[in-house]
T-cell receptor, first 114, second 114 residues
């Protein structure tokens, strides 16, 4: 079993829909949970990160972490065509230090149709 | 700031050839890393460095060498290219203390080995 599992999609939704993206993981040592967004032929960019369990909201984006279920989610409200990208979850056990080795999911490709 | 820059953008090699992928950052970040991204495999860490003169292996280091003589530069060397090294390569950097969360990615180098 891979450490981080993410459904690759593709996921296609109409503009304005609520999008739910998810990852599961097996390593209970993970403490930091991130979502990166990657546009086609570009490098990933950090969208949000959360520490331990709980929710975090930033505009139309909400990240949720459920450590008891080893499950994280990213919700996008009022989705826009500009949200069309691949969304990568990433996790690490440490904050900085000598590791900094993020473990990435495979990414979910999202397409928002006008 | 230019951020993280990578050269070349595209490269085609023949099996057995060697080459160096260049990566530079102008943000004075201590942590730098190299990833490869393959369809269905996600991002996998090749090598990383926590500062000048210090490097370590990631998940998939075989066939690659790195060195870090300055804070700004972190080149990746392919010693004898193989078709299995056909991939998109991303360099990333991170400020002190944030390596486990926010990493700034370059635009990538698309490498094809024939």
């Amino acid at each position: 079993q891979k450490e981080v599992e993410q459904d690759p999609g593709p996921l296609s939704v109409p503009e304005g829909a609520i999008v739910s993206l998810n990852c599961t993981y097996s390593n209970s040592a993970f403490q930091y949970f991130m979502w990166y967004r990657q546009y086609s032929r570009k490098g990933p960019e950090l969208l949000m990160y959360t520490y331990s369990s709980g929710n975090k909201e930033d505009g139309r984006f909400t990240a949720q972490v459920d450590k008891s279920s080893k499950y994280i989610s990213l919700f996008i409200r009022d989705s826009q065509p500009s949200d069309s990208a691949t969304y990568l979850c990433a996790m690490s056990p440490n904050y900085g230090g000598s590791q900094g080795n993020l473990i990435f999911g495979k990414g979910t490709k999202l397409s928002v149709k006008p | 700031n230019a951020g993280v820059t990578q050269t070349p953008k595209f490269q085609v090699l023949k099996t057995g050839q060697s080459m160096t992928l260049q990566c530079a950052q102008d943000m004075n970040h201590e942590y730098m890393s190299w990833y490869r991204q393959d369809p269905g495999m996600g991002l996998r860490l090749i090598h990383y460095s926590v500062g000048a003169g210090i490097t370590d292996q990631g998940e998939v280091p075989n066939g690659y060498n790195v060195s870090r003589s300055t804070t700004e530069d972190f080149p990746l060397r392919l010693l004898s290219a193989a078709p299995s090294q056909t991939s998109v390569y991303f360099c990333a950097s991170s400020p002190p203390g944030l390596a486990g969360t926010e990493q700034f990615f370059g635009p990538g180098t698309r490498l094809t080995v024939l």
